[in-house]
Antibody, heavy 119, light 108 residues
Framework: EVQLVQSGGEVKKPGESLKISCKGS????????IGWVRQMPGKGLEWMGIIYPGDSDLRYSPSFQGQVTISADKSISTAYLQWSSLKASDTAMYYC????????????WGQGTLVTVSS | SYVLTQPPSVSVAPGKTARITCEGD??????MNWYQQKPGQAPVLVIYYDTDRPSGIPERFSGSNSANTATLTISRVEAGDEADYYC???????????FGGGTKLTVL
């Protein structure tokens, strides 16, 4: 069974750093792209970026370039999303999802990680 | 950047047909995908490649794509179909996916 299991919710203060994770199982991790999607409270889905764990090919949405870092450790089938200095406006639910790339859909999604940034 | 426009809300009575549209400038050869998101849950793929349904998605869900408008159709709507629905396409260079703003389906 394909699963993407994300790390638990986080409560952080502005200026703090954070790294959340997404562990894939039930499929060959290195043959699918892993993407990250932000959903701010009461809002829609926003594309952040995508990584191909097989060779670490990486693409960021222009809106998030420089704001976050996406990485992956294929040895443990895990992708990461990290911030070096959080802002209150980073408060959101973050989802990871997988796809084959090209024009293919995102067929499995993680359960989401709620990040709350508050002083 | 590419923009997909969806109506913010659609309302339908149980047993009727709901149609949710997604408009863009030029889809080119890229196909549309649709996701359902119920409150407090992660999105679920319900239609891909314009018209295909993943395993486990009821036949009541169907998709179409004509010119610059894609449509998600839900026949014989049930209370459990109440959710937000998002369209998604890859941009012309197939580098970045783009999501529509989402449509809230209310079952009256």
């Amino acid at each position: 069974e394909v699963q993407l299991v994300q790390s638990g919710g986080e409560v952080k203060k502005p200026g703090e750093s954070l790294k959340i994770s997404c562990k894939g199982s039930g499929y060959t991790f290195t043959t699918y792209w892993i993407g990250w999607v932000r959903q701010m409270p009461g809002k829609g889905l926003e594309w952040m970026g995508i990584i191909y764990p097989g060779d670490s090919d990486l693409r960021y949405s222009p809106s998030f370039q420089g704001q976050v870092t996406i990485s992956a450790d294929k040895s443990i089938s895990t992708a990461y999303l990290q911030w070096s200095s959080l802002k209150a406006s980073d408060t959101a639910m973050y989802y990871c999802t997988r796809g084959r790339g090209g024009t293919d859909p995102f067929d499995y999604w993680g359960q989401g990680t709620l990040v709350t940034v508050s002083s | 950047s590419y923009v997909l426009t969806q109506p913010p809300s659609v309302s339908v009575a149980p047993g009727k047909t709901a149609r949710i549209t997604c408009e863009g400038d030029n889809f080119g050869r890229n196909t549309m995908n649709w996701y359902q998101q119920k409150p407090g849950q992660a999105p679920v793929l319900v239609i891909y490649y314009d018209t295909d349904r993943p395993s486990g998605i009821p036949e009541r869900f169907s998709g179409s794509n004509s010119a610059n408008t894609a449509t998600l159709t839900i026949s014989r709507v049930e209370a459990g179909d109440e959710a937000d629905y998002y369209c998604q396409i890859w941009d012309s260079s197939s580098v970045h996916p783009v999501f529509g703003g989402g449509t809230k389906l209310t079952v009256l």
